[in-house]
C-alpha cells in the first residue's frame, strides 16, 4: 500500500480489510514525551498479506517498565525494562509487535552498519561478516515505515547514504560467492543435476537478492527476494520478472535440470551485468567497478600460491564486475 510519509488519521491495508487508527496505535505503545514512533512492517512496506502483522518501533531514552504499558499478549523484559510486546486487536488475530530501542541502541545500530561498510569497501571477497539479525531487520523496517512522532529527529537520524551504505553491506554479504558456484560446478561436474539444481536455486536467490539490495532495498530475508523482484526500478524489472519465471522450470528429467542449470548462469551473467552499472552509477556510496577490479587484482597478487583453483576463483571474481573472457555459463561448462 502506498502510505503517505506524514502520519494520518487512520491507516488501510490490504483493500480495507485491516485499519488502525493512528490513536489506537499511539494509546497501545504509550509512547513518553520525546519519544519517536514509528509504525512499520509488511503491509507498510505493500508486501505482507492478511496474515501478516504490523510493527512499531519506539525510540527512547531509557527502555520503559513494564508496568508503563499495562498487560498484553506477549512480553519480553530486558534489564528490567521492555523490549517488546505483541497485542491481537482484532479476533480474526491481526496483531501488532511493538519493540523500544534507546537512541544509545540506535546509534551502535548503526555503528555497526558503519564499520561493516568500510570492511566491504575494502575488498572485493564475499564479505561472511553480517549485521546481528535484529539489526538487519530492524532498521529495515524503520527504513520503510511512517513516523507517527518525533519524524524531523528520525530523519536526522538516518541520512540517504547510510541507508545505501546499509544496502551496499547486504549486497557484499550475498554477491559471488566462490564456494558456492564451486558447489553448483561440483554437483554438475559429477552428473548429478539433482543436487546441481538445488545448489544452484540457492546460489542464484543470493545474487538476485544482492541485486535487490544493490537496487536500493534494506530487506534483507529471503522469503521475500520474490517480491522485491518485482519492486526492482524499471530499467530492471524485465531481469527481475525472468528470474521469478526461471524458478519453477526446472522439469523433471535429468536433462530439464540440467537446461535449467545453464538457464540460471545466464541470468547470474546478466545479475552481475545490471550490478556493475548499479555500482558505476552511484560511486560516493558503492565502489565502481573499476576500483573493484583492483581491489581484486589487489587481493589476487597477495595469496600465497597461483594454483589452478585460486585462479579460477578470481577469474569468477572479476565476473561480478562484468570483466572476463567467459560468461558463468562458460565457466561452469569448461571446468568441470
Not at 497501545?28 to 496474515?51: F, M, N
Not at 496483531?95 to 523500544?100: N, W
Not at 548503526?110 to 570492511?119: A, F, I, P, S, W
Amino acid at each position: 500500500m502506498d502510505l503517505s510519509s506524514s502520519p494520518q488519521d487512520t491507516y488501510s491495508f490490504l483493500n480495507g480489510q485491516l485499519r488502525i487508527t493512528r490513536d489506537e496505535v499511539m494509546q497501545r505503545c504509550a509512547p513518553q514525551k520525546g519519544d519517536i514512533v514509528i509504525l512499520s512492517g509488511t503491509l507498510v512496506e505493500g508486501i505482507g498479506s492478511k496474515h501478516s502483522d504490523l510493527d512499531a518501533y519506539i525510540i527512547c531514552d531509557e527502555l520503559p517498565p513494564v508496568r508503563h504499558v499495562g498487560d498484553h499478549s506477549f512480553i519480553i523484559e530486558q534489564n528490567g525494562g521492555l523490549r517488546t510486546f505483541v497485542d491481537y486487536i482484532r479476533d480474526d488475530g491481526f496483531a501488532i509487535d511493538v519493540e523500544y530501542y534507546t537512541r544509545a541502541e540506535i546509534q551502535a545500530m548503526k555503528d555497526e552498519v558503519q564499520g561493516l561498510y568500510r570492511q566491504a569497501r575494502e575488498r572485493t571477497k564475499t564479505l561472511r561478516k553480517k549485521m546481528p539479525h535484529a539489526y538487519e531487520d530492524g532498521l529495515h523496517k524503520m527504513q520503510v515505515g511512517i513516523a507517527l512522532t518525533g519524524g524531523e529527529e528520525f530523519a536526522s537520524l538516518f541520512s540517504a547514504d547510510f541507508w545505501k551504505q546499509m544496502s551496499f553491506v547486504q549486497y557484499r554479504n550475498r554477491t559471488g560467492g566462490y564456494p558456492e558456484f564451486k558447489d553448483v560446478m561440483g554437483t554438475w561436474g559429477s552428473g548429478d543435476f539433482d543436487t546441481s539444481l538445488l545448489v544452484c536455486t540457492m546460489f542464484l536467490m543470493d545474487q538476485a537478492a544482492g541485486l535487490c539490495h544493490l537496487a536500493g532495498s534494506t530487506n534483507g530475508k529471503a522469503k521475500w527476494v520474490m517480491q522485491n523482484l518485482k519492486r526492482l526500478p524499471e530499467p530492471l524489472r524485465p531481469l527481475g520478472q525472468d528470474i521469478i519465471d526461471w524458478y519453477g522450470s526446472g522439469g523433471r528429467s535429468a536433462e530439464d535440470r540440467r537446461a535449467a542449470v545453464l538457464s540460471a548462469c545466464d541470468l547470474v551473467t546478466r545479475i552481475y551485468e545490471a550490478d556493475t552499472a548499479l555500482l558505476d552509477a552511484d560511486t560516493r556510496n558503492f565502489y565502481s567497478a573499476e576500483e573493484a577490479l583492483h581491489l581484486t587484482q589487489q587481493e589476487f597478487l597477495t595469496e600465497p600460491f597461483h594454483d589452478p583453483q585460486t585462479v579460477l576463483e578470481f577469474e569468477f571474481r572479476r565476473l561480478l564486475f562484468n570483466s572476463g573472457t567467459r560468461s558463468v555459463r562458460e565457466l561452469l561448462i569448461q571446468n568441470v
